[in-house]
Each structure stands twice: as structure tokens, then as C-alpha cells.
């Protein structure tokens, strides 16, 4: 399990999603998200009905840190399709940077360091924080992206539940997939 929320049977229900990782061959890890609706947990236990499970690879998790990313970017920056090429400022000046170790996550901008060490802060578009805006976007199949006040937000169309990620869930997440290449530090 990722994270537990959860110290007492009454706050089973106010658990949205749960996170496990599990090992997928000899390096592969890959993450399993446990949504769970309103009344998952009543007095004779689990109600299955009411949890939807879903798998998160590395393409996957890649596919919603890009959907996130172009979400909140300012609106003058190009799409972004590769967390190799992040639109950064380096020097007042407009770059890209690849993302190796993300260093934090807030709700203005997304701090992280390129292999080499050097530091870089993707900063959200100011418009969309502050006020209650949410933007979308479509992924797949199985998910909607939404970002809402410097929030990544999964809207899961077959339950049709929209769970908040919070940021340092988030984290946990990157951290659990990506050991081998992208290096969480806290």
C-alpha cells in the first residue's frame, strides 16, 4: 500500500482512493488505484459494487503527468509532449528542461532538478489559480484529467467519480513508478 489515510473504521468512508504498488516482472512497477464511492465500507464490510480498481504503468502515469502539465501551463507555451522538454524560465529567458527528480509538487508550480543536478520550477498559469476553474482534458477510455486550483483531479468515467490527487499522494505515486529513472526527493 502507498498511503493510509484511514486510523479508524469511521474514516473508511471518507477514503476516495488508495494506492498500491506491486512489482511486474524483475524492475517493472507498476501502481494499482483503488477508487472507492461514497458507502465502500458499511457494517458487514467491503462493498465491492462501490470500489472500481485501475491499473497505472509508466506510459500511463507519463500520459497523465502530460495531460496535468499542458493543463496548467500558461497559454502562450507550445503543448508539451515529453516530460524530456518542460517549458521553463532560465534567466528570464524561455528554455526546457527534462524532468529526472521532481522535488515538489505545490499549488503554483512543480519544482525539479534535470540529471545534472540544476534546479527548475514549472510555474502554473496565474489565471487558473486563485478562483474555482477547472480545465479537462479527455485522456482515454477510462479517465478524465481535470486541474482545478494547482490540483491534478482523475475523473474516473466508469464510476463516474471525480477524486482529487492530492499533491503529496501525487509524489508517492511518481515515486512508486518511476524508482529507477525519475528519483523522488523529498
Known amino acids: 500500500m502507498i498511503s493510509w489515510e484511514a486510523s479508524k473504521k469511521e474514516d473508511l468512508n ?31 464490510g467491503v462493498d465491492f459494487t462501490k470500489v472500481m480498481v485501475y491499473e497505472i504503468d509508466k506510459a ?6 502530460l495531460a496535468y502539465l499542458n493543463l496548467c501551463k500558461p497559454l502562450d507555451e507550445k503543448e508539451i509532449i515529453s516530460l524530456d522538454n518542460i ?14 527528480l521532481i522535488k515538489s509538487i505545490t499549488n503554483t508550480e ?7 543536478g540544476q534546479n527548475f520550477k514549472f510555474k502554473y498559469n496565474e489565471n487558473l489559480l486563485g478562483d474555482d476553474t477547472h480545465t479537462i ?8 484529467i481535470d486541474f482545478n486550483e494547482g490540483s491534478l483531479n ?11 490527487i492530492r499533491r503529496d499522494f501525487l509524489l508517492e505515486l ?8 525519475i528519483p523522488v526527493n523529498y
Open 14 to 44: 471518507k477514503i476516495s482512493v488508495i494506492g498500491f504498488s506491486y512489482f511486474e516482472g524483475a524492475n517493472w512497477k507498476n501502481i494499482l488505484l483503488m477508487v472507492c464511492s461514497p458507502g465502500w465500507v458499511n457494517e458487514f
Open 110 to 116: 512543480i519544482e525539479f532538478q534535470n540529471k545534472g
Open 174 to 181: 511518481i515515486k512508486n513508478v518511476w524508482f529507477d529513472k
Open 60 to 65: 500511463k502515469l507519463s500520459k497523465i503527468l
Open 154 to 164: 482523475i475523473f474516473f468515467k466508469e464510476s463516474k467519480e471525480l477524486v482529487k
Open 87 to 100: 517549458p521553463v524560465m532560465i534567466n528570464k529567458t524561455k528554455s526546457t528542461a527534462p524532468i529526472y
Open 137 to 144: 482534458i479527455d485522456l482515454n477510455q477510462e479517465f478524465k
